[in-house]
């Protein structure tokens, strides 16, 4: 069993920059795959970044590729998630994600096994 627990929301202005961390309590965290997801209202959960387990290869999505960065730090078991060059677009509730021993490229969100409750980022224009 694991608990995320995601802080770092708020507001930004356009262009601006925000970071995120999910701190994970339970065992093992160095086998769970991390993952961020975002749902902005009216629409449906959607996939952010994610880092593996193995190796800490990283997977993003088209939208955020270039202006996102996703790290984990296995020690202190919390990812972060580096925002820059904020769009009102990114506005959403950001979710963190684990899946244990998740090897795949593709995310969806009946991949994940735990959900942490939300972080609001919201991108004034």
């Known amino acids: 069993q694991v608990q995320l627990a995601e802080s770092g929301g708020g507001l930004v202005q356009t262009g601006g920059s925000l970071s995120l961390a999910c701190d994970a309590s339970?065992?093992?965290?160095?086998?769970?795959?991390m993952a961020w997801f975002r749902q902005a209202p009216g629409k449906e959960r959607e996939f952010v970044a994610a880092?593996?387990?193995?190796?800490?290869?990283?997977y993003y999505a088209d939208s955020v590729k270039g202006r996102f960065t996703i790290s984990r730090n296995n020690a202190r078991s919390t990812q972060y998630l580096r925002m820059r060059n904020l769009k009102p677009t990114d506005t959403a509730v950001y979710y963190c994600?684990?899946?244990?021993?998740?090897?795949?490229?593709?995310?969806?969100?009946?991949?994940?096994?735990?959900w942490g409750k939300g972080t609001l980022v919201t991108v004034s224009s």
């Open positions: 880092i593996s387990w193995i190796n800490d290869k990283t």
């Open positions: 339970g065992r093992s965290f160095s086998s769970y795959t």
């Open positions: 994600a684990a899946s244990l021993h998740y090897s795949g490229n593709t995310y969806y969100t009946n991949v994940m096994d735990y």
